[in-house]
Nanobody, 120 residues
Framework: QVQLVESGGGLVQAGGSLRLSCVAS????????MKWYRQAPGRQRELVAT???????NYADSVKGRFTISGDNAKNTVYLQMNSLKPEDTAVYYC??????????????WGQGTQVTISS
């Protein structure tokens, strides 16, 4: 069974930085993509950043130039470096991986979420 565990959330002042991590465990054969989503209170979950197995990255317009996604397939880990944080970045951040376990097809897996709160 695959499990994704996020860490690194917390409370920081506007202009500060945080680095989120998400580690996947289980009988993982390959990872197709790694993503970070976020969900603020009363809002829909939104895609923040994506990194593919070929290291292609994509970002939401709201975080371009401030956030950087990176992945370490050997460690089944995805990171999100968040700089110049703004109060509007406050949300629960979720990692998502499309991956294949041994003997199975690609499936989508989610972490439990980590709270990021930015004070003004």
């Amino acid at each position: 069974q695959v499990q994704l565990v996020e860490s690194g959330g917390g409370l920081v002042q506007a202009g500060g930085s945080l680095r989120l991590s998400c580690v996947a465990s289980g009988n993982i054969f390959s990872i197709t993509s790694m993503k970070w989503y976020r969900q603020a209170p009363g809002r829909q979950r939104e895609l923040v950043a994506t990194i593919s197995s070929s290291s292609y990255t994509n970002y939401a317009d709201s975080v371009k130039g401030r956030f950087t996604i990176s992945g370490d397939n050997a460690k089944n880990t995805v990171y999100l470096q968040m700089n110049s944080l703004k109060p509007e970045d406050t949300a629960v951040y979720y990692c998502n991986m499309i991956l294949q376990t041994i003997g199975n097809i690609n499936r989508s897996y989610w972490g439990q979420g980590t709270q990021v709160t930015i004070s003004s």
